[in-house]
């Protein structure tokens, strides 16, 4: 009889092998994120035109508790809550000429009703600043591309991430270019994935084809931007809440799409077989 002889690798070295193989798949499968940003489905802004003339003060406070209430309501919970991470993101930015934008509210993360009654309660708390000039949205759109972060060629992190970055804009007063800005085209091809407006008070019907020519658009196929006017309480809060439900769901989706299956049974398995594969080696 020939006896064979087979060639082993020392347990040590087996096992640091199978290791090894584990740890190339798990970098292989899971996607890098920056350990300081907090991953959610869709950062949302909210951009309002505080620029006068145009929205009165009335209309303004409505807009706000439109928010508030949109962002309450079980349509709007329920499209955060069946996302993949199950939350968004939002702030609120406030704009008027070019010399104009103010981030009021920074980011905070919404999964649910408590965090919904914290941001309303905040919304409703802002006060309009006096800014008399005509509204540039173009440059606002510049401005919140520094608000996203490093999606949309900040310069920095914002603390969240996400695959959507959606603004909404609710117009107020009559929009001008003049002072520069690259507009809705520029703020999508920057990695803006959907812009929707809602233009209110008494100029509104006269310049919301603006916004529906310089401003609005998608980069998210099959969902459309959206673009509406309001003039009392009730149809403002409607049209926000149906544009935020949109969009939001939008998010939710996008996101589901996205996700990639967790490592984890992957890994597993992988484990399993290498400890399997070292114990007959050991009784061998």
Known sequence: MHSQTQTRLPISSARSAAFAGILGLSLMTTPFHQSSAEAVDTEMLLMVDISRPGMSNTNFNQLLNGYSTAFRSSEVLNAIQSGANGKIAVAVMFFGNSGYQELVLPWMSISGSDDATQFG????????????????????????????????????????????????????????????????????????????????????????????????????????????????????????????????????????????????????????????????????
Not at 142 to 154: N, R, S
Not at 179 to 202: E, P, Q, T
Not at 233 to 245: H, M, Q, R
Not at 268 to 274: H, K, N
């Open 121 to 284: 309660n905040l919304v409703e708390d802002l006060d309009r600043p006096f800014h008399l000039a005509l509204s540039n949205p173009n440059a606002a759109l510049d401005a919140a591309l520094e608000v996203f972060g490093e999606e949309t060629g900040g310069g920095s992190g914002n603390g969240f991430e996400s695959d959507l970055q959606v603004i909404e804009i609710a117009a107020g007063g009559i929009p001008t270019s003049s002072g520069g800005g690259g507009g809705g085209s520029h703020a999508l091809a920057s990695g803006v994935d959907l812009i929707n407006s809602i233009s209110v008070g008494i100029f509104a019907t006269i310049f919301e084809n603006y916004y529906v020519q310089n401003v609005i658009g998608s980069e998210i196929p099959g969902v459309e931007p959206t673009s509406s006017t309001a003039m009392t309480g009730s149809a403002i809060t409607n049209a926000i809440s149906e544009s935020v439900s949109n969009s939001t769901n939008a998010g939710a989706q996008q996101s589901q799409a996205m996700a990639v299956p967790e490592p984890g049974s992957a890994l597993l398995v992988m484990l399993g077989a290498a400890c399997g594969c070292l114990r007959r080696r050991r009784q061998g």
